[in-house]
């Protein structure tokens, strides 16, 4: 079975400073991966799809990477402000079966002014 | 406005009391599912729909029900809620299942 870990479970840095947020997985045969952002008590907002045949995704101060052989996503966050603390969480569409995501724990992001 | 709309947004009931949580979204999207989310188990996936009539079992179905009559509705059904049901529950809905899910506020259900 299919499982989702991200590493840490939370984080704190300064403002400015560039945010690696990991995400690991253990079956390499996936569909897509999606990174969202969590805000206390809301809902998921999407911030990067990255199909399986892709390497990564950009979207503005976001990056996202993808190594399906070794099971591994990144997300880069660029120059961090405040305003990007929350909950980052990753996805991946299962291979063995099309409908079925799997998600991981999240890492709780502090940035500090 | 594209969204995903989810009622009631919290709801206090009591054991064995039947109740349906409503789901719709307005972007004619095929896919539907239902997660919930609990603390130090993150968000596991209840049950999916990929379009109208169809639908599976996610990781966690047990104590759950689903039906899928119109493509813009997913209600999910607790025939007879438990205290361990009391969860943080959110609907989602993608076009297709490779594009990207958009996900509704959230429920928050307490059973006593």
């Known amino acids: 079975k299919q499982e989702v870990t991200q590493i840490p479970a939370a984080l704190s840095v300064p403002e400015g400073e560039n945010l690696v947020l990991n995400c690991s997985f253990t079956d390499s045969a996936i569909y897509n991966l999606q990174w969202f952002r969590q805000d206390p008590g809301k809902g998921l907002t999407s911030l990067l799809l990255i199909q399986s045949s892709q390497r990564e995704q950009t979207s503005g101060r976001l990056n996202a990477s993808l190594d399906k052989s070794s099971g591994r996503s990144t997300l880069y966050i660029a120059a961090s402000q405040p305003g990007d603390s929350a909950t980052y969480l990753c996805a991946v569409r299962r291979g063995d079966s099309w409908g079925k995501l799997q998600f991981g724990a999240g890492t709780q992001v502090v940035v500090t002014p | 406005e594209a969204q995903v709309t989810q009622n009631p947004r919290y709801l206090i009931t009591v054991t064995g009391k039947k109740l349906t949580v409503t789901c719709s979204q307005n972007?004619?999207?095929?896919?539907m599912s239902w997660y919930r989310q609990d603390p130090g188990l993150g968000l596991r996936q209840i049950y999916y729909s990929m379009n109208v009539e169809v639908t599976d079992k996610g990781d966690v179905p047990e104590g759950y029900k689903v039906s899928r009559k119109e493509k813009r509705n997913f209600p999910l059904i607790l025939e007879s809620p438990s205290p361990n049901q009391t969860s943080l529950y959110f609907c989602?809905?993608?076009?297709?299942?490779?594009?990207?899910?958009?996900f509704g506020p959230g429920t928050r259900l307490t059973v006593l």
């Open positions: 989602a809905s993608s076009a297709q299942g490779d594009n990207e899910q958009f």
């Open positions: 972007m004619n999207h095929e896919y």
